[in-house]
């Protein structure tokens, strides 16, 4: 049985080029590694699972790549090779010039103190020492002082990465002496082509469908998203949309696409038979009712101006957000702004009714009705 966690360890990027979702953070810091004009300290910040900590070690190879160091023009390609002896070892955390430091785990205080002493000795093994600071907020005032006279004057051969989920918390005369990143949360269209790539490679069958409920199941995350797929391949050989709607009580967009359908159609029945369906598989409806106020709520939006549909771009994929705009033609604002009333009403109801289905079931009923 492998970890929870191996898919992620196995398939994390390894280049600039392979990140997926931070294009700018890319382009950037290829650009330096490029021009050889990588600075003394970066301040890594965004939601967790966006890649930080992963982008950080990619540019401790890119500051200790031998190739780089010895062939000016794979230098000038701003990616390390992945290959020589120190990229492999910054991958096993075997080089000791890089060092990295988890603050979540014991504020790092003397971790701090050590860093401040360790940094100013030449490097052991190649041209930069690399202090990675994960979870930085978390580290105390004392901390920050001492990090704060190795900022003020960093040693020539010296490199710190902060990465922290709330930069916020951080003050503000560290992160002035920082070249700040923020790494944005990836779009559902490039969750879905990420785990596709690990799907493939790791010969997990698994449907477009099944896919696109692991990344919306995910919150945003990319450790998140291949945990899960690495949870549902636990369960069987192939991996299907009504299995892991029962995993992970999180109910398919295409079940949610076929409810609004129903609804907006007037077609009680077929609503009233996805709601049962739902129940006898062991979807969460609580969940059901829940997205189909979003699918409900945008579908309005974007009767009220076509344009507003552009916003839904990292929430959905291509083709979900295309059937939401066929969704949304086929309502009247008026008609869409009911329906959203009115579901959002029913899930209210249902999330203090003793049985929770009774207050969908008769809001399909009522909607259904309504002549509008
Ligand atoms: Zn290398």
């Known amino acids: 049985m492998r970890l929870m966690a191996s898919l992620y360890r196995t398939h994390r990027p390894k280049t600039l080029a392979n990140l997926i979702g931070q294009d700018q953070v890319a382009a950037t810091l290829r650009n330096a590694a490029a021009s050889g004009r990588i600075g003394h300290a970066y301040l890594f910040s965004g939601p967790r699972g966006t890649g ?3 982008t950080a070690r990619i540019l401790a190879k890119l500051l200790v790549c031998r190739k780089r160091e010895e062939d000016a023009k794979f230098a000038a390609e701003g990616e390390a090779c992945n290959d020589c002896d120190r990229c492999v070892a910054v991958d096993s ?3 000791l010039d890089v060092v990295e430091i988890d603050a979540a785990s014991n504020r790092g205080i003397d971790e701090i103190r050590e860093l401040r002493e360790r940094i100013r000795a030449v490097p052991t093994q190649g041209p930069k020492k690399v202090y990675i600071i994960d979870e930085a907020h978390m580290l105390t005032t004392p901390a920050w002082n001492a990090l704060l006279k190795t900022l003020e004057e960093p040693p020539a051969h010296g490199v710190i990465i902060l990465a922290t989920t709330d930069a916020e918390k951080l003050p503000a005369t560290i992160t002035s002496r920082t070249q700040r990143f923020s790494f944005r949360r990836p779009g559902k269209a490039d969750l879905v082509a990420k785990l596709a790539g690990i799907a493939e490679a790791e010969g997990i069958q698994i449907d477009e469908d099944a896919l696109e409920l692991v990344a919306a199941a995910s919150g945003g995350s990319f450790r998140d998203a291949e945990s899960l797929l690495e949870q549902a391949r636990g369960a069987g050989a192939t991996i299907t949309v009504t299995h892991l709607e029962q995993l992970f009580g999180r109910v398919s967009s295409t079940r949610v696409h076929a409810l609004a359908d129903a609804i907006a159609k007037n077609d009680a029945g077929a609503a009233l038979t996805i709601l049962n369906e739902s129940e006898v598989a062991g979807a969460s409806i609580s969940d059901l009712a829940k997205q189909l ?3 409900l709520r945008r579908a309005t939006a974007i009767t009220a101006d076509a344009s507003v549909a552009e916003l839904y771009r990292d929430a959905l ?10 969704f949304s033609s086929s309502l009247t604002p008026e008609r869409g702004i009911y329906l959203t009333r009115t579901f959002l009403e029913a899930y209210r109801e249902l999330r203090t009714s003793p049985l929770e289905s009774v207050p969908l ?12």
């Open 52 to 54: 930080k900590t992963t």
């Open 93 to 95: 955390g075997a080089l």
């Open 293 to 295: 106020v979003h699918y």
């Open 317 to 326: 994929t291509a083709d979900e957000l295309e059937t939401l705009k066929g």
């Open 361 to 372: 079931e008769i809001a399909i009923v009522e909607a259904t009705r309504e002549l509008k």
